[in-house]
């Protein structure tokens, strides 16, 4: 299938996971792609895997808390191909902790990623889109907007508000024509979660693979996510099969929230 042939597609937080699945995803259906990310190394290895798909590629460096570079990467994008049709706002890091030991700096961090980085992308698609009256704007929130676990209260706290950004976004831009959501990702198995597993383990005496195991079994299908399996559906939620479904914050969890 060549759903974006022709259709201009950036994603935050493309070097690695699930960002770099989701700009594979659309370069294999025929769209151009700009990847945004800081760590350039890998971002650069996912622009030339799109490339190698046939379709142009951007790898631009760009820190999602400031809106500086997000200006100066949408004006990239702009310059080159001179319309947006898809924003895929996945960049996201995670910390946790028990609510007594928050750093206040730490705090500011994740919202300024998570959130703030997520504000400043679909502020900038919004007039593109809007001028175009047609765009998709998805944003990556998590089950953690949805459920919750101890410990993660500023990594649900920035979901949640990726999930109420997405809904106004939605209210404000559907009258132009452009639709807005928000994938509520489950357990997937990246560099992020990976790196939690061997954290959140060592706290409860698990090894990285008995705490994974673990996360699997919480879920109906008793198995993590690929990342592919995400990406999947931002695919959809961007193509026209998708063009009624706005405001919507979809559990892509496996089951999670049944078991
Ligand atoms: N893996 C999961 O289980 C899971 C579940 C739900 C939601 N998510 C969300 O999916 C998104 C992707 O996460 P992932 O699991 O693929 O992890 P990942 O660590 O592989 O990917 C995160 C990407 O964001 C980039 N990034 C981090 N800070 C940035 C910044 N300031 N500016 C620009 N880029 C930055 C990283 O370099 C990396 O490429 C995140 O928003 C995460 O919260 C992940």
Redesign the pocket.
Known sequence: MRRFAGQVVVV????????AATALRFATEGANVAC????EA?NDATAAAARSEGVEALGLR????SRDDQQDAFDRVMGAWGRIDVLVA?????VGGPLAEIPLERWDDIVA??LT?VLISNSLAAPIMTAQRRGSIIN?A??AAKTSWPYSAEYSGTKSGVVGVTRSAAMELGPHGVTVNAVC????V????RKVAAEVGATVDMTAEEWLDMRADDTALKRLAR?EEIAGVVAFLASDDARYLTGQAIEVDGGLVLS
């Open positions: 935050t937080g493309s070097a690695t996971g699930i960002g945004l990310d800081i760590n890998d760009c820190d999602v808390r996945c960049a996201g890091v995670y990623v998570n980085g990556i998590s089950m990702a489950g357990n997937t990246t560099d992020m979660v990342p």
